[in-house]
């Protein structure tokens, strides 16, 4: 009996001590867990992270010279203590002021901007860069972003993914184990930008040039290309915004945000030219015809722009003096096919794409059914009125092209790009041929004529001479029951081997001679400064 107690009390001990040995092992297990967790997130108690700034990538003009990123200001942050409290209350205004004051107050950090940097106790700047400017009027080709720091418009939208960075740069505060701010601590910054950048065919003295040449124009648009490679060299639309104070126009009945270089519009005798390079290519050259001031077609009268007649008149004299009456009879002694063939080549009527993301209105063109269907409809067309709107970028084409000895590199905006350290050349525009070398030269011959005697003797450069086109087109549109006209001004300088094509489009206004040919001679005569 003894023994059974004894055996008894011996199972009570052994199964205590092996309680207590389980208790003391999950004990050590929750201590190295703790100790593990203490370790792992040692950062989180010794450092309090900020990210003060995207590390977005930036765009460059074709020297290598930034376009954004130009201008710098400092980012001030405010620690939760008296010192930087006071300091703050007696820099911040407002909704600025009344929203930090509570964050400080909930012993957290304040960000702001500054253009001066500020120091004191529990006050810190770091220098960083605004990412636009007043820069050259580039907002309608670089864009804006929202408040995620997301392209919504322009390059910024098209190349979003290569420019935004993973990471950014990120300031450290030494904090204690209770979370308190170690004030006499040095802050670590650290710089982990990932992003890409853009290199555009943009020559900044070119954008210069273009953007003092249209200080003037309310509403319209300038484009320069190189003639020899389609690189877009300069290019402003008017009117234009602040990509900082968005909601000032979003209201505005001018359409600020709009491209107007890559918007379609009715074009006017400036497509004229088209039609003489049909007629060149097929031995139509020599035609002859006396305007009287205007001509009836199917009972309708279409009159001239000179209502007097400007007489007996050639191919020459024809452009030279855009004689409406010339073209509406010249037009009808081609194949219509003749005219919708070259149209094609030139992408009139076609979106043109000058960068991933990036293209130029469609617009619209008159179809070759259309000119068969009616020769009210082909009169029309041969002046550019009619079913035919195309975009300041098109029409630059078909200028290159007759200054070119007869073909076009297709206009680009995009030089390079670097994407992690890579860098990734474009390949070379894409050489179209027009028409021959010889259509091409008398064209030429008969715009240089055009600007020296004609309609665009406002745009004859102080050197070096030019070739080109005027235009008043109508647009069907009215205000206060006066019409709304478009005046274009397009060409080429300088005269004997011309290096750039211009296009200048003034919307609603008087006329081409009057509105856009100054431009361009003011253009012309600034860039052969330079060259």
């Not at 004859?460 to 001479?465: A, F």
Request: hydrophobic share 35%.
């Amino acid at each position: 009996m003894r023994n059974f107690f004894a055996n008894k009390m011996c199972l009570r001990i052994v199964a205590c001590l092996l309680s207590v040995l389980v208790l003391m092992f999950f004990c050590v297990l929750r201590v190295t867990k703790v100790a593990s967790l203490t370790y792992e997130n040692r950062s989180d108690f010794n450092g309090y992270k900020i990210k003060i700034d995207n590390g977005r990538g930036d765009f460059y003009y074709s020297n290598g010279e930034r376009i954004t990123g130009q201008e710098s200001f400092y980012y001030l942050v405010f620690l939760p203590c008296d010192e930087a409290i006071l300091k703050f209350s007696q820099i911040a205004r407002g909704q600025e002021l009344e929203n930090g004051l509570k964050t400080l107050k909930d012993q957290k950090p304040v960000i702001i901007k500054s253009e001066k940097a500020v120091s004191g106790v529990g006050v810190f700047s770091f220098q960083g860069q605004n990412r636009y400017s007043n820069e050259l009027g580039l907002e309608h080709i670089i864009g804006y972003l929202d408040a995620d720091n997301n392209g919504v418009m322009g390059l910024e939208k098209a190349y979003n993914q290569l420019l935004k960075s993973e990471s950014g740069t990120e300031v450290t505060f030494t904090v204690s184990a209770s979370g308190e701010f170690l004030l006499g601590e040095k802050p670590e910054m650290k710089n982990s930008v990932t992003s890409g950048n853009v290199y555009l065919t943009i020559d900044k003295k070119i954008q210069q040039i273009c953007y003092n040449a249209t200080k003037s124009l309310k509403k319209g648009a300038v484009i320069v290309t190189e003639i020899n490679s389609g690189k877009i060299r300069g290019m402003v639309s008017k009117p234009s915004f602040d990509p900082y104070n968005l909601k000032a126009y979003v209201q505005s009945k001018s359409s600020p945000f709009l491209n107007r270089a890559l918007s379609a519009y009715s074009v006017g005798s400036v497509f004229k030219p088209l039609i003489a390079a049909a007629m060149l290519e097929n031995s139509k050259g020599g035609y002859n015809f006396t305007c009287s001031g205007h001509t009836d077609i199917l009972g309708i009268r279409f009159y001239c722009n000179n209502r007097n007649g400007h007489g007996n008149m050639n191919l020459n004299n024809a452009i030279v003096h855009s004689c409406n009456t010339y073209f509406y009879s010249a037009a009808a002694s081609v194949s219509p096919k003749a005219f919708t063939e070259i149209s094609a080549t030139l992408q009139f009527g076609k979106k043109i794409n000058i960068a991933d993301g990036i293209y130029s209105a469609a617009g619209s063109f008159t179809s070759l059914n259309e000119l068969k269907k009616s020769k009210a409809n082909l009169a029309n067309f041969a002046i550019g009125q009619g079913n035919i709107a195309l975009s300041p970028l098109a029409v630059s084409n078909l200028y290159s092209a007759i200054a070119n000895g007869g073909y076009y590199y297709t206009p680009t905006l995009i030089e390079k790009y670097t994407e992690k350290g890579r860098v990734t050349e474009l390949k070379s525009p894409l050489k179209t041929f027009v028409f021959s070398g010889k259509t091409a030269n008398e064209l030429k011959k008969y715009l240089v004529n055009a600007v020296s005697s004609g309609t665009g003797k406002n745009a004859l450069p102080q050197e070096g001479g030019a070739g080109g086109k005027t235009a008043t087109a109508q647009t069907g549109r009215y205000d206060n029951k006066k019409e709304i006209l478009n005046a274009w001004f397009c060409g080429f300088f300088p005269e004997k081997e011309p290096k750039y094509s211009v296009v200048v489009l003034a919307e609603d206004a008087d006329s081409g001679s009057a509105n856009s040919a100054p431009i361009f001679k003011k253009i012309a005569d600034e860039i052969n400064k330079i060259i």
